[in-house]
């Protein structure tokens, strides 16, 4: 029993095969399934320059070329708290798994908290049944998407995916 247990752990690993660099914040189960929350601050940039970059990245493919737009939307005529809103997918190399990418976009208007600029709140999850552990993936398809965006940035973990101690 124990030996099939192991096994299993083995095949999935192989199935996920997350591509290194930053694979090393695997998730198990936040979410239900396998997901990772982070923030990003973008410094002295706009909202919407950022939903500009974010929107075309996705449409481009992103990093790896594996990222999809599904959607996106301006809320600011809502005033609201958050300003823009957009969604994607991305599909692993092996297996095509898909994960769903949510993004929500903030001014920051107190530049005691932050210095002034934009707030990207990032979300990944893997939609496949039974996706418990994710082998790195769901923060791996956040980070790796906003490196590609060649932005600098600061970046705060919200939720899953944990730092290796
Ligand atoms: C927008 O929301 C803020 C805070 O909730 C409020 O003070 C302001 O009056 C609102 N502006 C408009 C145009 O509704
Ligand atoms: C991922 O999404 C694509 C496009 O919608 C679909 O063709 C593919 O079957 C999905 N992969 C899995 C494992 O469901």
């Known amino acids: 029993m124990k030996k099939a247990i192991f096994l299993l752990s083995v095949t999935l690993v192989a199935v996920w ?3 290194a660099p930053d694979c090393d914040r695997p998730d198990c189960g936040t979410c239900g399934n396998a997901c990772c929350s982070l ?19 996705l449409k481009n493919g992103g990093a790896d070329g594996r ?16 300003s823009f809103i957009l969604q994607g997918v991305h599909t692993t190399l092996v297996h095509h798994y898909n994960d769903t990418l949510n993004f929500v ?29 994710d082998d790195g993936q769901n923060y791996k398809n956040l980070v790796g998407f906003v490196k590609g965006l060649n932005m600098k940035y600061m970046e705060t973990t919200v939720a899953g995916c944990p730092k290796p101690t």
């Open 17 to 19: 095969g997350c591509q």
């Open 39 to 57: 923030s990003f601050h973008f410094d002295g940039m706009t909202s919407e320059a950022a939903y500009n970059k974010i929107m075309m990245g």
């Open 67 to 82: 990222y999809r737009y599904i959607g996106g939307d301006d809320l600011r005529p809502y005033n609201i708290s958050a």
């Open 105 to 133: 976009l903030t001014d920051d208007m107190k530049p005691s908290i932050h210095p002034l600029g934009t707030t990207l709140r990032a979300f990944s999850i893997s939609q496949i049944a039974g996706a418990y552990c």
